[in-house]
């Protein structure tokens, strides 16, 4: 599928151009021994060239390439967002002695320790990894 690309190039073409610009301008402000006579340089080279370096930089991070369509111009689609696998035991939920959350048997923070014990009636928070509520 063909893809508009022209933003991405402009964008490289402007980086390109404004880091000639500055070298330019380094170059002549590298000449001059006094202060008023490296200003035009700056001006006219230096200043313009970063402008064109932040533009090009700005295009070059937009968003990525679009389907060229029939009816027009869409976005590529995204990919889908990734789920978020949590632990999801039925058995009742474990606490380590002292800690104050209280986890499923198969929680990543809980899993294999011989330390860990059922909740009881203990009021504890529930762990954000696990959610031993849901």
Do not use: K, N
């Not at 021994?33 to 991070?61: K, M, N």
């Not at 002695?97 to 014990?117: F, I, K, S």
């Amino acid at each position: 599928m063909p893809t508009a690309r022209s933003p991405w190039w402009g964008g490289a073409v402007a980086v390109a151009a404004g880091a000639a610009l500055c070298v330019v301008g380094w170059y002549g402000v590298s000449g001059e021994r006094f202060a008023e006579r490296q200003i035009p340089y700056l001006a006219s080279c230096t200043v313009p060239g970063a402008a064109l370096i932040v533009a090009g930089a700005v295009l070059l991070g937009g968003p990525g390439p679009r389907r060229v369509t029939r009816g027009g111009t869409d976005r590529a689609p995204e990919e889908p967002p990734a789920t978020v696998d949590r632990p999801s035991s039925d058995a009742p939920p474990l606490r380590v002695p002292g800690g104050t959350l209280a986890h499923r048997p198969d929680c990543p923070l809980v899993a294999g320790r011989a330390d860990a014990v059922p909740v009881g009636d203990a009021r504890l928070e529930p762990c954000p990894v696990c959610d031993p509520e849901s």
